[in-house]
């Protein structure tokens, strides 16, 4: 059977040129058309902890959710939510029994954001300043938008845009995965078009990179997605690489539109949320 979406995937992770250690984690599934990044915090290696248990559970859970959905016929983007929603749920819990499990795991969290694609849609999840951004017909857009107190003093009105890169709190978050019991994880859906590319990024890469280098980068070639991953990771450390650095890019080669579903179809899927 042929795919509803097929895409071509690359990812780098890198220690930076200041941290001893890596509390990055990245993960994908190629089948299932789903990608995961995470950005840990937390005392000793608690950090790399919490996005390694992220990432493998969000991965893991979603092509296990996503199976018999592929058996059973299209899903509708509700159904997709409504999982994606589910998964990062049970991925807070998971992370949370972690660490009363083991003492020296106490306060870790991570960010996250995830994607998956299905037929002409993509839907992403996140909590924190992990990023989703699509470059399409040479603009680039941020299609996630920061869990941080910085964005919240810019939404505010109180500094500008641009002074957040550079801003003394600029890493305080403001949502985060393990932290607490109750999450409020934030899920959006986009449209699909052929050679489209997403790039999942953790701030390593957004803080030292500004929209209009990485549109430049993004400009001069996407023909070779593992180049263009290392490109990046590159200039992020070229810039002075001062967190981990982790990018996952997917290119849509080909998508197909979403099946129209009958007014029964809608109804079962409206009750089985």
Avoid at 92 to 113: F, K, Q, S
Avoid at 157 to 183: C, S
Wanted: proline share 3%; net charge negative; charged share 20%.
């Amino acid at each position: 059977m042929t795919p509803s979406v097929v895409l071509k995937f690359a990812a780098k992770t890198d220690t930076g040129l200041v941290r001893t250690h890596n509390e990055d984690a990245i993960a994908f599934d190629e089948a299932c058309n789903v990608l995961v990044l995470a950005d840990g915090m937390g005392g000793y290696n608690a950090g790399e902890v919490a996005s390694r248990l992220a990432t493998e559970f969000v991965r893991a859970e979603l092509v296990q959710r996503l199976a018999p959905l592929s058996r059973e016929g299209p899903a509708s983007i509700l159904q997709l939510q409504k999982i994606m929603r589910e998964v990062v749920g049970a991925a807070n819990d998971h992370i949370l029994n972690a660490a009363l499990a083991e003492p020296a795991y106490r306060g870790m969290g991570t960010t996250l954001v995830a994607a998956l694609f299905d037929h002409d849609r993509v839907v992403l999840a996140h909590l924190g300043d992990s990023r989703c951004y699509r470059f399409r017909q040479g603009v680039l857009t941020q299609l996630t938008h920061d869990h941080s107190q910085v964005q919240e003093q810019i939404d505010a009105g109180l500094v500008p845009p641009d002074w957040g890169r550079f801003a003394p709190n600029k890493n305080l978050i403001t949502r985060a995965l393990g932290v607490a019991a109750y999450i409020d994880t934030e899920i959006s859906d986009h449209v699909v078009q052929e050679g489209d590319l997403y790039l999942l990024c953790s701030d390593g890469l957004s803080d030292m990179l500004d929209a209009d280098v990485m549109t430049a980068m993004l400009q001069a070639d996407t023909d070779d997605l593992e180049l263009l991953a290392e490109a990046l990771v590159h200039a992020a450390n070229q810039q002075g690489g001062r967190d981990n650095i982790s990018v996952l890019v997917a290119q849509v080669q080909s998508c197909s539109k979403s099946p129209q579903i009958g007014t029964i179809d809608r109804l079962k899927n409206w009750l089985s949320i």
